[in-house]
């Protein structure tokens, strides 16, 4: 079964350096995303992206954030200079379209910033 | 501000009973909801997505739908502890942008 791939399952940085979350979609979707999750707290919203554009973003999502989608399979995101704050799962998810459809999400990068 | 409400619990049923969870969502605009499953430390699992109103089945699992009372509900029949996890609803607005809910902690005891 096709699936959301994201590495590393875990990265521990230190403050105020930059780190790159990668994702590997799924193949023929067309429709990414990035989500967060601080520890005991709710999934939130970054980032969808679609057409080599961001086409909706949260207010989370500031200019320490970036996404890129490099080549035909790859879609990272790229945390400028990590805050503590910045500590959280991190999930990647991707779909065939938007709208009434699933979202399918990966097994998560683990942020810790130190 | 978008917001999607749900009770943290935790709800506890027996094994084999109806488990039932609750969602309000404050935005009319939302178009669609989806009802993920979430273990402690792993990443969200969809369990069904509803659109229109009234109930949509699949499974042993029952989403139902009310817009007029920006309500939406999932029904787990023939709970096993298998079930036990973190059920989180979500609202899709703008097609493109999920509000989940901080989700319900379930517990099927045996």
């Known amino acids: 079964e096709p699936e959301v791939t994201q590495t590393p399952s875990h990265q521990v940085t230190q403050m105020g350096q930059e780190v790159i979350l990668r994702c590997v979609p799924i193949?023929?979707?067309?429709?990414f995303y990035w989500y967060r999750q601080i520890l005991g707290q709710k999934v939130e919203f970054l980032v969808s992206?679609?057409?080599?554009?961001?086409?909706?973003k949260s207010e989370i999502f500031d200019d320490q954030f970036s996404v890129e989608r490099p080549d035909g399979s790859n879609f990272t995101l790229k945390i400028r200079s990590t805050k503590l704050e910045d500590s959280a799962m991190y999930f990647c998810?991707?779909?065939?379209?938007?709208?009434?459809?699933?979202?399918?999400f990966g097994q998560g990068t683990r942020l810790t910033v130190v | 501000q978008k917001e999607v409400e749900q009770n943290s619990g935790p709800l506890s049923v027996p094994e084999g009973a109806i488990a039932s969870l609750n969602c309000t969502y404050s935005?009319?605009?939302?178009?669609?909801f989806f009802w993920y499953r979430q273990y402690s430390g792993k990443s969200p699992e969809l369990i069904m997505f509803?659109?229109?109103?009234g109930d949509k089945e699949d499974g042993r699992f029952t989403a139902q739908l009310n817009k007029a009372s920006q309500y939406v509900s999932l029904l787990i029949r023939d709970s096993q502890p298998s079930d036990s996890a973190t059920y989180l609803c979500?609202?899709?607005?703008?097609?493109?942008?999920?509000?989940f809910g901080s989700g319900t902690k379930l517990n099927v005891k045996p």
């Open positions: 998810a991707s779909s065939d379209r938007t709208g009434n459809t699933e979202a399918f």
């Open positions: 193949s023929n979707h067309l429709y």
């Open positions: 992206f679609y057409n080599n554009e961001i086409s909706e």
């Open positions: 935005d009319r605009g939302s178009q669609s």
């Open positions: 509803i659109y229109s109103n």
């Open positions: 979500a609202a899709l607005y703008n097609f493109n942008k999920f509000y």
